[in-house]
């Protein structure tokens, strides 16, 4: 946002915030800080000129409080100032008072008191009840996972100023440019028309800019759009640390059951989802828990049922993996209990019930070209993990204070936003006459590489230089309509849309070189390097003579695209379905060794071999590999969202958050990509990789489990993510820790 040049006269807008998590205003007195110097005004809801309103699926959330307070850090006013240090001034002088009212924070106990957001959810296949009563061995326990902070570089914002005809346009550090559009044009009252917002690039969303970017652009379109000035709203880190949702910690019950052979035979679940005080995000993610509640495995008979809480803490949003994390969790949680119960490797368990092509989803859709036991095998082998396991058994022999643990953690993630009417794309090509082309999609650049396969697309295309190729800002007035760019979906979709948009060009090119050199109808032109090429031979065309000859004959050089993932469908009465255009499978054998008398511990290496289809990219795919994975390590072993009872952010700053550094990554990151025929329903069958590699992250959590374990068989720990270092320490010596 800060790279963006200002216009003159711009207004600093900051948030006043709820200082309570839950209760009735019963006094809000701000007159005197609204008659300060440099204050212009001071918003409340009453100023709203729309609907108070910024609920994206449900509609239950204000912008501005208006009677009660949901949660510590909700908007409550707006403080509009000529410059930020009279907003902080101003911001001490308000007065509020609120009668507090009970406050939750506990999903369970937001369920007890019947506190849902949407309503639950419940995938079934087969007949759990009559498969339990067939098992050998059934294990039952509660699996906890907590919350993560996106983190972004860049923290929210948006910088907004009038335009014509009573109209706004927005700079937002969104990842869902149409989202915030669609929620100012409601909050100001005027037609989405109205409102244009432009996305450059992001510091980072991580799924934190989905949803929750929208609240800032409104009130920065607000500000701009009633007072006709330019106004800019960014909230400083621990504003944002504060204010914002984050991922939804859950908590799960399982009960997993086994025939003699070690088969799966029945799981069920049900997930207490912490959704926080508003809807937002969490009943989209609540779907994806369902839908990886299973991660790789076949099991006949399931039934998992999943809430979603209403608690007095800021909304939980997305956050990579969309509550597919926290689904595997739980089913990692079960298989590692019985394992630890029955006295045999996990990993044992794990291949064996290892899904394979025709095994039934429990949502329906039949699974196909499956790599889930093609990367395992790799694994095995090509790191040896049989000879990792003496080795460590070996280690663990010979050191007292020194414990070593190894995990395998298998992945299958589902590509395509479960909402399927989600998963369609524009794009915008203009050829221009002296051959340039400027390329427009709805894809927002957030670090992730998008751009990059973007450009990748339209040179390859054409058979042109990228620098023939510029990539304009994501916009609204240019492409409209768009899904946000999320799911590990973006590339697929809008290099699909941008495929089309190029390809109806090209079209009209080769058709006009065609008649202009009298060739046949069924001649084959084609463009390499930017030499136009007919039969297999160079003509005196290059791409700029066509472009210019074409343009002089009125061929039209610009075109929209579309995409719309087809195949995909689901029922959400029978909750049975094909939701997921394609799945990407791997598995990762992670290493620690856990300093007991410490508590600490490293990751000594992480080796992955995933697949990436046929990757269009290695660089950015290794980089979201490597990301994804020390990020996933973060949320379970050391990023620990803390609230206290009355709903405060205890974790509110880098400083009592702690998130991976240089130091966290595992001395070894070995990522093998098993190159596969990718699928077509991926952009040149390169499959999406935003998203998937953080669940590899999940195996540092049992690996440090093992090690614990390893030093004391008899701890009582359970399966509480993250295990810090403390709780380790904890775990450890727990007769001690009292
Ligand atoms: N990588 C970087 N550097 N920054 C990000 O914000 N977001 C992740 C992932 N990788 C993110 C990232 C999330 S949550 C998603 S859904 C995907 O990128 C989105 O981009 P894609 O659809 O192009 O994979
Ligand atoms: N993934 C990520 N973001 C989303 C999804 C999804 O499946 N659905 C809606 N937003
Ligand atoms: Mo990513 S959580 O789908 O933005």
Redesign the pocket.
């Known amino acids: 946002m800060d790279d963006i040049p200002v216009m003159e006269g711009m207004l600093y807008v900051k948030v006043f915030d709820s200082p309570v998590a839950h209760g009735k205003i019963v006094n809000l007195d701000f007159v005197a800080a609204e008659q300060m110097e440099n204050i212009v005004k001071i918003f409340s809801y009453k100023d709203v000129p729309g609907e108070n309103q910024i609920g994206g699926i449900i509609p239950d959330e204000p912008l501005l409080a208006d009677h009660e307070v949901h949660f510590r850090g909700q908007p409550v006013l707006l403080i509009v100032a000529e410059n930020e240090d009279a907003a902080e001034e101003a911001c001490k002088r308000i007065k509020i008072e609120i009668d507090p009212l009970p406050v939750i924070t506990d999903p369970r106990e937001a369920f007890i008191q019947g506190k849902l957001l949407s309503p639950s959810r419940k995938f079934e296949m087969g007949d759990t009840k009559n498969a339990f009563s067939n098992c050998v061995h059934i294990f039952e326990g509660q699996a906890v996972s907590g919350g993560q902070e996106q983190l972004y570089l860049e923290t929210q914002g948006a910088y907004a100023y009038p335009t014509e005809h009573d109209s706004v346009k927005i700079f937002s550090s969104t990842q869902g440019p149409t989202q915030v559009q669609r929620t100012v044009a409601r909050v100001l009252g005027v037609g989405m028309n109205k409102v244009e917002v432009d996305v450059p690039r992001l510091g980072g969303g991580f799924?934190g800019k989905?949803d929750q970017a929208s609240a800032w652009g409104a009130m920065a379109a607000m500000v701009a759009w009633k007072l006709k000035r330019p106004a800019k709203c960014i909230p400083h880190r621990m504003e944002d640390m504060r204010m914002t949702g984050k991922r939804n910690p859950y908590s799960s019950d399982y009960k997993i059951g086994f025939d003699a052979d070690l088969k799966i035979m029945a799981y069920e679940a049900v997930f207490y989802q912490n959704g926080g005080a508003a809807a937002d995000?969490s009943p989209?993610i609540l779907e994806?828990t369902l839908f990886h509640a299973t991660n790789s495995y076949h099991i006949p008979h399931v039934m998992i049922t999943a809430h979603s809480c209403k608690t007095n803490l800021p909304p939980n949003t997305?956050f990579r993996g969309?509550g597919g994390p926290q689904g595997m969790f739980v089913i990692e949680s079960a298989i590692d209990h019985a394992a630890k119960a029955l006295q045999v490797h996990k990993d044992t368990i794990q291949r064996k019930n290892m899904m394979d092509n025709g095994d039934e989803f429990p949502y329906g859709q039949i699974v196909t070209e499956c790599q889930s036991k093609h990367c395992w095998d790799e694994v095995m082998e090509r790191y040896e993990v049989g000879a990792a396991k003496k080795e460590i058994e070996n280690f663990n022999q010979q050191n007292h204070f020194y414990k070593k643990g190894l995990s395998l953690m298998p992945v299958c993630f589902g590509i395509?936003?479960?909402?399927t009417m989600?998963n369609q794309a524009r794009a915008l090509v203009h050829v221009y006459s002296d051959g340039t082309v400027a390329v427009s999609t709805g894809a927002v650049e957030m670090g992730q590489g998008v751009n990059s396969k973007m450009l990748q697309v339209a040179a390859n295309c054409f058979g042109i230089s990228h620098s023939k190729i510029k990539l304009e800002t994501t916009n609204t007035t240019r492409v409209a309509n768009t899904s946000?760019s999320?799911?590990s979906s973006t590339a697929d979709l809008n290099g699909k849309a941008l495929l089309d948009a190029c390809n109806q060009v090209k079209e009209r090119l080769f058709a006009f070189i065609k008649t202009q050199l009298a060739a046949n109808e069924d001649a084959v032109v084609d463009i390499k390097e930017e030499v136009v090429f007919i039969n297999n031979e160079a003509s005196a065309f290059n791409w700029k003579s066509l472009v210019q000859q074409a343009f002089m004959k009125r061929v039209n050089l610009s075109a929209k695209g579309h995409y719309a993932t087809p195949v995909i469908n689901f029922d959400k009465t029978t909750e049975k379905g094909h939701p997921f255009a394609y799945h990407v499978y791997g598995t990762a054998l992670t290493m620690v060794t856990v300093d007991c008398i410490r508590g600490t511990y490293d990751i000594d290496a992480v080796k992955v071999v995933h697949d990436f289809g046929s990757s269009m990219n290695r660089a950015v795919d290794l980089g979201q590999c490597e990301g994804g994975i020390v990020q996933g390590i973060g949320w379970m072993t050391m990023e620990e969202v803390i609230y206290n009872d009355e709903g405060k952010l205890l974790s509110n700053a880098l400083s009592t958050y702690k998130i991976p550094d240089i130091y966290a990554v595992p001395q070894i990151l070995d990522i093998q990509f098993l190159n596969t025929d990718g699928n077509e329903l991926a952009i040149f069958r390169s499959k999406a990789v935003g998203e998937p590699p953080l669940m590899y992250g999940i195996g540092a959590y049992f690996a440090i489990r093992n090690a614990v374990l390893a030093f004391n068989p008899s701890s009582p720990i359970g399966y509480d993510a993250p295990i810090t270092p403390e709780k380790v320490l904890m775990a450890l010596y727990p007769h001690t820790s009292k």
């Not at 395509?416 to 909402?419: E, M, P, V």
């Open positions: 799924g989905e995000l989209a994806r997305a969309f395509s936003f479960t909402n989600m946000p999320a799911a």
